[in-house]
Every structure is written in C-alpha cells, then in structure tokens.
Nanobody, 118 residues
Framework: QVQLVESGGGLVQAGGSLRLSCAST????????MAWYRQAPGNEREFVAT???????NYADSVKGRFTISRDNTKNALYLQMDSLQPNDTAVYYC????????????WGQGTQVTVSS
C-alpha cells in the first residue's frame, strides 16, 4: 500500500518562502511519477508541479519561476520549494504519485495547509 505524508505547511507573509516535503513508504520510489496539487477553499483541486523519474519537471503557469519541485530517491522523498508566495497561493497542498505516467496519479497524501497573509 502506498502511503504519502506531507509536511512543512504553515502561515507565511506574502513574499515569503516555505518548503513542503512528502515522505513515501514505497520501496521503488525512484520509478514513480510524483506531483503536487493544491486546493483552495471553494475551488477544485489543481495541478501545481510534477517530476518524472529522470528528474524532468513541469509546472503550472501560475507557479512557474517561483516554485521548484525536486525529489530525493535515496530518501523516498518529494519536495516543493515555494518562493515569493502570494495570498492566492493559500491552499491545502497534496502530494500525488503513481507508477504509471498519469496525472493525477492514483495515490494521494492527506494534505498540508499553506496560508499566505497579505
């Protein structure tokens, strides 16, 4: 069973930074397609960023140049470095994974709250 556990959320002022982490229990983490999604109150869950096993990444236009997704296959961990945060980045951020190249993947974490104050 795949378990994903996010951490690192919190309250930050506009212009600040946060680093989210996602810990995974899978033994073959390196072959998983990993992603971050977010859901703001009243909105649908939306794609933020993805990273494939070879390290290539892709971002939503709204976060491009401000957020950086990365992975450490030796630690079975996924990260999201978020810089220049804005109030409209406020959302619950979810880690997402799958062994096949599909977005979103089948597996979700429980989410971590990010709140950006103006």
């Amino acid at each position: 069973q795949v378990q994903l556990v996010e951490s690192g959320g919190g309250l930050v002022q506009a212009g600040g930074s946060l680093r989210l982490s996602c810990a995974s229990t899978v033994s073959d983490f390196s072959i998983y397609v990993m992603a971050w999604y977010r859901q703001a109150p009243g909105n649908e869950r939306e794609f933020v960023a993805t990273i494939i096993p070879d390290g290539r990444s892709n971002y939503a236009d709204s976060v491009k140049g401000r957020f950086t997704i990365s992975r450490d296959n030796t630690k079975n961990a996924l990260y999201l470095q978020m810089d220049s945060l804005q109030p409209n980045d406020t959302a619950v951020y979810y880690c997402n994974a799958d062994r096949v190249p599909r977005l979103p993947g089948r597996y979700w974490g429980q989410g971590t709250q990010v709140t950006v104050s103006s």
